[in-house]
């Protein structure tokens, strides 16, 4: 290779040349010198500047920025995420000078923490999160977690009133492959034929919001979340202040109600919290009285089954400059009651007992500026007992059956515990290394002897900025299992582009896949009625999908905020388990890995401020795969369904008051089965029917720190929908679907003190 010789004469002539060339417009010109900072005068690292139509500048992570030219009476507009847009000029006669920017209600109202390296704005998270906050909660006056999730488009209940249990949907995908986390913490302890987590066992009085992140999250959560995650956060103090919640809330169960116990919907709640210099604590408990619902039936039987529950939870935590830890303890107690049908001599009944005990450790220690240790460890022991109880009608007594089968425990013990390190290697890239290790066993006289179920995994995520415009984060992870063959490498990549101040776009491909759980596994369940069979070789479902957003918040002068959330989906699964029979003896029921199953569709949020009313739009179109289309090729492959969701608050502010309505129409859901005429097989439309749904909320400070709320519940008097499918799942089917019980009327108290 030639070298090249350096001349110092030829660069002290260039430079000179340079400088006697340029004199005269660099006596006219000055170097400006900004920062931008907050209303407290703290730095906003990364904010964009632009001059006039030029290229925009990026601050520093002290904020500063410098111009090489006067603006010339142009205007400036400096931007960051989470603060108001200043629209400004530079001024007149400094070199140098600080400019504020006010932070954005709208991002404040949006903070997300789940799968983020620390809490944000939603608008900065790589991912779609949508997240359901305290005053919203508390306007739904909810009494289980069902009624705060079904105000979200996309999401979709059905009952299962055989077992007092409700299984859901997220975009198009059952339950089972949401992953249900409390304060990034997996739950354990699947139950019904549909094998999910039973959300309503969850205490809705600790709650103080909901994230939802959409689509697959299982590089970071591992399995079971193919379909998106929820992760419920709790109260917890702050600030040290002191706090007592006091709730008692009172419902009718359609046209069926008595005051405080029996029939009816009865809630009484109780929670202290508080802060001590470092440590913090909280103590809580609640009482659900569910006295059921006959409905069209007579006699001793219950349509929608009576329920009682218990929660209690206690917390500690300790927080330093470097270091916090956060120890919580849940505990739930129900029993859901089934009555037989009356009888001259005997009369069978059954009860449905759960136990759960969940401990959460939580912690973070700053090592340093850049390097920063997390960890979310859980242990659970749920225990669900099936008992069978004899009434002898001449005697009275009650006695516990002696029948084979009678009587039946199941129990799972579920360990799991996540380390991450995140580290951030400059402004404009953060990694994030992890270990997961989960360990589940199960018992019971339903399930045959095992070693339980081993998960072990390393995953590895980043997320890097090269300028304001672009956020990438891909993420691998590799686990390894005791009892199936895992996944190879799980791949995702998110990404963020800023299109424009208001507009982002975000696009994500992700490999999911959930773990056959040991239900599938192992269950065996065999009596008068019931022939079903766990298969110990069931492999893991895995998934591609595809998704994508359109996020705008346009800026509109005056008090109207508006923002667009427009997103599209699509997933791929395959190796899906389902049921279906035994090739070696038909009288059986097992599961297989068997189908194919896709899901695609779109959604649209709208959402406007203006003074005391604000309203979110939703809009949804979710199609499902149609499998009998692999067989006969004349029928649609997707079978789409509609859904539209409005939810308008409106505070009167001079009146200490506010009034909420909320709206839902599910459409109809089609399906096809095959039909089986002589030799011919073709391919039957059925449906199950669209429905609305509507509750009326009243609120009203009553005087300081009390509020009433009341207001109907199932405004439409919605109680079951047709459908044209023949049979139905496990735990009945027929022509109709359970939807509600009845237009219902609640009346609550709420006592609110923080010092």
């Known amino acids: 290779m030639q070298k090249r010789r350096f001349s110092l004469n030829k660069l002290m002539m260039i430079l000179w040349l340079g400088a006697f060339g340029t004199y005269p417009e660099g006596l006219a010109q000055t170097v400006l010198k900004g920062k931008v900072v907050t209303e407290k005068g703290e730095a906003i690292p990364h904010a964009t500047v632009w001059l006039g139509d030029a290229q925009g500048k990026v601050a520093d992570e002290q904020g500063g920025f410098v111009l090489g030219e006067l603006p010339n009476g142009s205007s400036l507009r400096i931007s960051a995420v989470g603060f ?40 900065n998270s790589v991912y779609q999160v949508r997240s359901i906050e305290a005053k919203e909660i508390s306007k739904r006056a909810p009494m289980i977690l069902q009624d705060v999730l079904n105000t979200q488009v996309g999401i979709r209940f059905s009952q299962d ?54 689509g697959p999250m299982s590089v970071v959560y591992g399995a079971d979340a193919l379909a998106g995650v929820i992760n419920i956060i709790t109260k917890k103090s702050s600030d040290n202040t002191w706090g007592l919640s006091v709730r008692v809330q009172e419902e009718s169960v359609g046209s069926s109600y008595s005051p405080f116990t029996g029939d009816g919907n009865h809630q009484r709640a109780i929670s202290g919290t508080g802060m001590v210099n470092n440590w ?80 959460r450790l939580l912690g973070q220690w700053d090592l340093s500026s850049e390097f920063a240790l997390s960890w979310q460890g859980g242990w659970t022991n749920y225990k669900r007992d099936s008992e069978t109880w004899v009434s002898n009608v001449r005697t009275g007594e009650k006695y516990l059956s002696t029948a084979p089968g009678a009587q039946a425990t199941i129990k799972y013990n579920g360990f799991s515990w996540r380390a991450m390190g995140n580290w951030s ?33 390393v995953f590895l ?14 993420g691998l992870r590799k686990a390894n299992n005791s009892i199936y063959d895992a996944p190879g490498l799980i791949p995702s990549l998110n990404t963020k582009f800023r299109l424009a101040e208001t507009l982002d776009l975000r696009l994500s491909y992700a490999k999911g896949f959930r773990a056959p759980s040991i239900r599938e596994l192992y269950f065996d369940f065999f009596d008068a009625s019931h022939s079903i069979q766990g298969n110990p070789n069931l492999k893991a479902e ?39 029979q035994d090739p070696e003896n038909i009288q059986i029921t097992t599961l297989f ?147 509600g019980y009845g237009r219902s009327y609640f009346l609550g108290l709420t006592y609110q003190l923080n010092k």
Do not use: C
């Open 593 to 739: 890995n068997v189908e194919n199953f896709k899901t695609a569709g779109t959604t649209l949020s709208q959402t406007f401020h203006y003074k005391g009313l604000e309203t979110n739009l939703g809009f949804s179109y979710i199609g499902r795969y149609n499998l009998i289309s692999e067989e006969i090729e004349d029928t649609p492959q997707m079978a789409w369904t509609p859904e539209v969701t409005a939810n308008t608050i409106y505070q009167i502010e001079k009146w200490g008051a506010s009034v909420s309505l909320f709206y839902k129409y599910t459409g109809e859901l089609p399906a096809y089965q095959t039909v089986v005429d002589g030799g011919n097989v073709t391919a039957q439309e059925v449906k199950t029917d669209a429905y609305h749904w509507m509750d009326l909320t009243l609120g009203k400070e009553l005087i300081p720190n009390l509020n009433l709320n009341l207001g109907i519940k199932n405004l439409l008097d919605v109680t079951q929908i047709n459908s044209t499918a023949a049979g139905g799942d496990a735990h009945g089917g027929g022509s109709s679907r359970p939807i």
């Open 461 to 474: 995520t980043g997320e890097w900025t090269p300028n304001s415009w672009i956020q990438i984060r891909p």
């Open 161 to 214: 009133n055989a077992v007092g249990s409700s299984n859901m949907e997220l975009l198009g995908m059952s339950g089972q492959n949401v992953k249900i986390l409390i304060d990034g913490v997996p739950m354990v302890g699947r139950q019904g034929t549909s094998n999910e987590i039973n959300i309503n066992q969850i205490d809705v009085n600790q709650i103080e919001r909901v994230e939802i992140v959409e």
């Open 84 to 123: 108001e847009t200043l629209s400004t000029q530079w001024p007149a006669g400094l070199n140098e000078a600080y400019f504020t920017l006010a932070q954005s209600t709208s991002d404040l109202e949006q903070v997300v923490i789940t799968g983020s390296f620390e809490p944000q704005s939603a608008r």
């Open 542 to 580: 895995t998934s591609d999908s595809f998704n994508g957003s359109f996020n705008w918040s346009p800026k509109i002068k005056g008090e109207l905020k508006t923002s667009s959330v427009l997103g599209f989906f699509y997933n791929d699964v395959e190796d899906r388990i389902a049921y279906g």
């Open 280 to 359: 913090n604590f909280g103590l809580g408990y609640s009482q659900n009285r569910f006295g059921g619902w006959k409905g069209d039936y007579t006699g001793r039987q219950y349509q929608w089954l009576p329920r009682n529950q218990d929660f209690a939870n206690a917390r500690i935590g300790l927080a330093k400059e470097a270091i916090s830890l956060d120890y919580q303890l849940d505990f739930l107690h129900e029993t859901v009651f089934t009555y037989g049908p009356e009888a001259r001599l005997e009369m069978i009944d059954q009860n449905f007992v759960t136990d759960r005990w969940m401990h």
């Open 425 to 457: 290697l400059g402004s404009k890239l953060k990694i994030q290394p992890g270990v997961d290790l989960n360990l589940e066993n199960g018992s019971g006289e339903r399930i045959t002897d095992n070693e339980g179920m081993q998960d072990y995994a």
